[in-house]
């Protein structure tokens, strides 16, 4: 097992990251967020692109699962080229986290061979299904995630997490990832319960906007608005 699964294992991964168009949408931000990922006992954090990468590794020292995604008609993919893999790694990421939902370059398979023979580094499967979960682990992947599953027309549309998804997986014996509109501390503790590796949590940490405008419309004047 490498170094950074036993760090994860257990662990709460915070994922810090601002889309396009976001006010935290900077890397010195990005790597403030990851400062308070650590003070808080953050195991890991997951950052997208590599100016971020950059910037939160050098401000701590917690292993980073790095992605870049994608604009698509649809969705942002996760890291769907290898040359995006490769520019992650020489950011100093310490899991590649790709899309594996059959719509990266490679195949599964080949794309995670790849990064672990010429990056030398885990690869974290973001899945949307059972299925490709199943193929992800079959491949070689060092963890699957369940980040895509609410996302894709083939997964359950849902506002609460996909734990289902991550018990399945977690009884074929895949090691899972619980990610994916994780908010409480409840669902941390169903998703270890259901048989979670670690689990990753972004936008209930990490995005002032959108705690913002979910307490806003609880208010009389929210409610107006929202009418
Ligand atoms: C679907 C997709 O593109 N998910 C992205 C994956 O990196 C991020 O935008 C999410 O914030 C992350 O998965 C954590 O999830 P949540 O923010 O719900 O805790």
């Known amino acids: 097992m490498t170094p950074v699964l036993d760090?994860?294992?257990?662990g709460l991964v915070v994922s810090c990251q601002a889309p396009l168009g976001h006010p935290?949408?900077?890397?010195?931000?990005?790597?403030r967020l990851a400062e308070c990922a650590a003070l808080g006992g953050a195991a890991a954090v997951r950052v997208n692109d590599p100016d971020d990468v950059r910037a939160v590794k050098a401000a701590v020292g917690l292993p980073v699962i790095a992605l870049h995604k994608v604009?698509?008609?649809?969705?942002?993919?996760?890291?769907?080229?290898w040359d995006l893999a490769a520019a992650l790694a020489t950011a100093g990421a310490d899991v590649i986290a790709v899309e594996a939902t059959g719509r990266a370059e490679l195949p599964v398979a080949a794309f995670v061979a790849r990064i672990q023979?010429?990056?030398?580094?885990?690869?974290?499967a973001d899945v949307a299904t059972f299925e490709q979960g199943a193929a992800a682990w079959s491949a070689g992947a060092e963890l699957v995630a369940s980040t895509l599953s609410g996302y894709t027309m083939d997964s359950p549309q849902q506002t609460e997490p996909?734990?289902?998804?991550?018990?399945a997986l977690a009884a074929a014996g895949v090691r899972t990832v619980a990610e994916g509109r994780l908010a409480t501390p409840d669902h941390v503790r169903t998703a270890f319960a259901s048989g979670a590796y670690a689990v990753?949590?972004?936008?209930?940490?990490t995005d002032p906007v959108?705690?913002?405008?979910?307490?806003?419309?609880?208010?009389?004047?929210?409610?107006?608005v929202s009418r």
Request: proline residues 7%; glycine residues 8%; negative net charge.
């Open 24 to 31: 935290l949408r900077e890397p010195s931000v990005i790597a």
């Open 210 to 224: 959108a705690l913002t405008r979910g307490l806003a419309a609880a208010t009389p004047a929210g409610l107006r």
């Open 162 to 167: 996909d734990l289902d998804l991550v018990a």
């Open 7 to 10: 760090a994860i294992a257990g």
């Open 71 to 81: 604009r698509a008609d649809d969705r942002d993919l996760i890291t769907p080229r």
């Open 200 to 205: 990753v949590v972004g936008t209930a940490v």
């Open 117 to 124: 023979a010429e990056l030398g580094l885990p690869v974290m």
